[in-house]
Structure formats: C-alpha cells, structure tokens
C-alpha cells in the first residue's frame, strides 16, 4: 500500500494536481498533436500502441514507412483523437485510466 491510499489530504493534493494537468493537457497548441516523433520511427516495429496519439501523425508515419503494420491509438482528446481516425488502424477515445479492454 503506497503512502497516499491512508492519507485523504495527500490524496487530496494529488487530485488537485491531476485536474490542473488535465487542463493544461487541452490547452496544448496544435501543432503538439500533430508532430510525429521521429524518434520512434527510426525503430523496426510491427504493432504499435501509440498512448497520447494526438493526430495521429507518428502512427501514420509508421505505417507509411513499412515499420508498422497496425497502430492502434489511444487520445484524450475526442477533436485529435477523431482525426487519428482518418489514419489509424484503429483508434480509442477517452481517459485511458478508465478504459476496459477484452
């Protein structure tokens, strides 16, 4: 048992950060989503989880590039997450911490 589950002030304050994140995560500027990390693309894959995916944008870069052959993505953000779409195998939109898979 980790030092905040018996500690409601502590859990509190985590919860306050979380939902200051969580605001400053939507007000990131375009161009976040839309870059792809080239970082990743330089590595051999076939399947990729892209968590964060934004637009889509290193999931496509992927593909096209023969490195992957599926990418899933996964975005908070249902206008980038909608985008991905348009790129992606496949795509989830939502709090990845309340999500359920089969």
Known sequence: MGPFATDP???DRLDRIA????EAYEQK???YYQNPREDLVLVLV???L???CGTGATGKRLLESG???WVTG???VPEQGEIARSVLN???IGDINEMTFD
């Open 9 to 11: 002030l502590s859990r």
């Open 19 to 22: 939902a200051q994140l969580s």
């Open 29 to 31: 500027y375009e161009a």
């Open 46 to 48: 076939l399947t990729v």
């Open 50 to 52: 892209d968590i964060g």
């Open 67 to 69: 490195k992957a052959k």
């Open 74 to 76: 996964i975005e908070l």
């Open 90 to 92: 496949e795509v989830y």
